[in-house]
Each structure stands twice: as C-alpha cells, then as structure tokens.
C-alpha cells in the first residue's frame, strides 16, 4: 500500500505492507536473472554534478531536472538517470577490459507531471556491458530485457530499432512497451553508446503489469 502525509511532497511515495513485499519478491528476482547471466552489482551516486547529464545526455535533459547549488556554488542535480555516469566509470576505470557486465537497481528524479507509471521520484533496474567482445550482446541484452518483463505479463511489444532521447546513443536504440499500461506503456529503454551497451528498466511499470494466473 502507499501511505500518504500532509507534508509529502508531489510525486513522490511512501510504499508499505504487501506492495513492499512484491516490489521486493520482483527486484530479487531481477537481481537473479542478471547475476545468472554474469552481472555484477554498481551502486551510483544519487547526488552528482549536473554537468554529468548535460555532457553526456543532452541540454535538454536540464528541464526535467532537480539542480541546485552548494555552499561552494558548484552546480549538482539529483541524479535522474544512470547510464551517463557508467559511461565515466567506463572511461576512467575500464578503459581496456573487455565486457564488463553491471547492474544496478537505483532511486532516479526528474521533475514531470505526475500520473500513475510516472514520478518524480521512481526506481529503475539496469544492466550496461562496457565494451563488449561480441557483436551478439545487443541481442543477449534483449533476450534478458524481454525475459525480466515476461515475470510481469506476457503482452508486450518489442521495438528493435527506435529513436532515443538521449544524446549519448550512437545508434537506434531499442524499446519494451506494454500496451495495457496506456500512456506510460514504455517498460524497458536502451541502445548503444562509445563505451558499451545497455538498457533500463522502469521498474514502478514494471510492478504495475499484471500476469494472468
């Protein structure tokens, strides 16, 4: 269940009870899948420079989010996404190794009209390969994407070969859309960037799919 207080602010949440649970049960068995198919855990940052986003993601990005300055006036943000900061870690730290594989699950914000499938305060689920040795992991990472959204429903499409927001994809990218969400069908965002591969998962639609029993 959500637990609402007078104080809270707009679009974020306070999940208790059986919901907690399953939210829970759903990320172990995430956490399952990747590590299966050779992922290591990467915990981010939730506060970062606010050029890490506009370098990597696009000066659009700024508008949907949080920044401030601190007591030194450096510009920060709360992070509202993750793909731009393994792509650091991978130029910093895995310049040469070969297929690093890395999953993360973290809180994101961004500042957008809220409605169900979409806060201002959510979680996504991600896995990134940082300079793959194989021309087969783009379709390896598709295989996994669609085998974690097929724990939720069965009733999914698959856009192999879309355009992404995001100024970092060198390429099309590819997408996971569950019709019977509505307006916030897309599930699952990724593609190809310099230094690897990757994909997310909006983890809050993903525990609004319903699987028949």
Do not use: H
Not at 45 to 59: F, L, T
């Amino acid at each position: 269940m959500e637990l609402k207080i007078e104080a809270q602010a707009r679009g974020v949440r306070i999940i208790a009870g059986d919901e907690a649970k399953n939210r829970r049960a759903l990320l172990n068995q995430l956490i399952a899948i990747a590590e299966a198919a050779g992922f290591e855990e990467i915990i981010l940052p939730s506060v970062e420079p606010s050029s890490v986003y506009v370098d990597k993601a696009g000066p659009e990005i700024l508008g949907q989010m949080y920044v401030f300055p601190d007591k030194k006036n450096r510009s920060l943000c709360l992070r509202p996404e993750a793909t731009a900061t393994v792509q650091l870690i991978a130029d910093k730290y895995y310049p040469r190794q070969k297929n690093v594989k890395l999953w993360y699950f973290e809180r994101c914000w961004r500042y957008e009209r809220p409605q169900e499938g979409r806060y201002r305060e959510f979680f996504q689920f991600g896995l990134e390969v940082l300079n793959p040795d194989s021309a087969n992991v783009r379709d390896e990472l598709i295989a996994l994407a669609e085998k974690m959204v097929g724990l939720k429903t069965e009733e999914y499409i698959l856009a192999r070969a879309v355009k992404r927001g995001l100024d970092y994809y060198t390429t099309d990218g590819f997408e996971i859309a569950v019709p019977a969400l509505g307006a916030q069908k897309q599930v699952v965002g990724g593609g190809t960037y310099k230094q690897g591969i990757g994909f997310a998962i909006g983890f809050d639609r993903l525990m609004l799919c319903q699987r028949p029993d």
